[in-house]
């Protein structure tokens, strides 16, 4: 019990300090491959229709936390409009949200973004693209400072007095515009063959991050992704990927393979079934690295509809606390074809 305690203690800790004094992380997605407007402007318009409407919710450590969980949703916009032959532009617009903990420490951000991408080889169905992309955005943080605990407020025999006066937060809610851009390289062999690479270079303007009036600014960001699918049988493929993220003193990676599955008999109606396992590593505050969570995941495609959903099991030294329990995803994605496919196709994210 004393372990478990002090697990929660920290975690609290950790939360209460990148709220107040540290330049905040950013969101992620297990299912990154589901959210690709938040992990590349690169991928705006990178489709095989012409729209793209994409809503994804993370809740994590619910166990730990209850109603003061991590709770973080996204929901994205993207076209591609046909400049000459072969050739695209992409639009975009992204709007997400982030609210952690008893300080309802949270973050909205609206963002727009754009592309271009050019084939750079290949033919009518096997072709080569390299794909520039940027974003802007507005975004407001913000914090619930009556809801904090502060040393203040000890009634100096170690309780916690609601009576005493806590401290100030100068500005607990602030704006800040963000700027990001990115590249992305894909290969199509087929309809159901192909492979990409990409990065991106986020927080361009560093944008000050500060609660109180100090100089915090937020870390860049780089990402780097690769992924693809290989249909090794007439009904069942392999879709390996990986993606790395590198933010100040903190990286990450998840790295793993679904496998997937035809249904149907039909090629007119595309409909496909996938379950994949993940690992993430990231490193330690202080020194080290750790494999901070296994990922099960599953996917489902009918049509121009696709539904996913991921399950995060805790491996940290916060499993005593959290009993294994991470994190949850849903992930929803409609597409809307239209007429208009010129034979060019794309990664299916």
Known sequence: MKKATLHL????????????VLPAQDI?????????LNLNPAMTGVMN???????????????ILKQNAYNTYSASYDQKLAVGR???????????????????????????SGSY????????????????????????????????????QNDGQGRYDPTQPGEIIDDPNF???????????????DEDNNFYFGGAFSHLNRANQSFDNQDIPLYSKF?????????VGKRFGLIPGVVSFFQGPSFQVNAGNSFKF????????????????????????????????????TRFDYEQFTIGFSYDINTSSLYTASNGNGAFEFSLVYKICGPERRGVYCPNF
């Open 9 to 20: 203690f920290t975690l609290s800790l950790v939360i209460l300090m990148s709220a107040v």
């Open 28 to 36: 992620h997605f297990s299912q990154f491959y589901m959210s690709p």
């Open 49 to 63: 229709c012409n729209h793209r409407i994409v809503a994804n919710y993370r809740n994590q450590w619910a166990s």
């Open 86 to 112: 072969y050739d695209y532009f992409g639009l975009g617009g992204t709007f997400w949200g982030d609210k952690a903990g008893e300080s309802e420490f949270a973050t909205l951000q609206a963002r727009l």
């Open 117 to 152: 991408a050019k084939k750079m080889g290949g033919y009518r169905r096997k072709a080569h693209y390299l794909v520039f992309g940027a974003d802007l955005g507005v975004s407001q943080r913000s914090i619930n400072s009556q809801a904090l605990k502060w040393p203040s």
């Open 175 to 189: 704006l800040f515009l963000d700027m990001s851009a990115g590249i992305l390289w894909f290969s199509v062999f």
């Open 223 to 231: 990402t780097f992704h690769a992924g693809g699918e290989f249909m």
């Open 262 to 297: 035809l249904l149907g008999n039909s090629r007119r109606y595309h409909q496909a079934f996938q379950i994949g396992a993940w690992a993430r590593v990231a490193n330690k505050l202080e020194s080290g690295k750790l494999v901070d969570a296994f990922i099960l995941s």
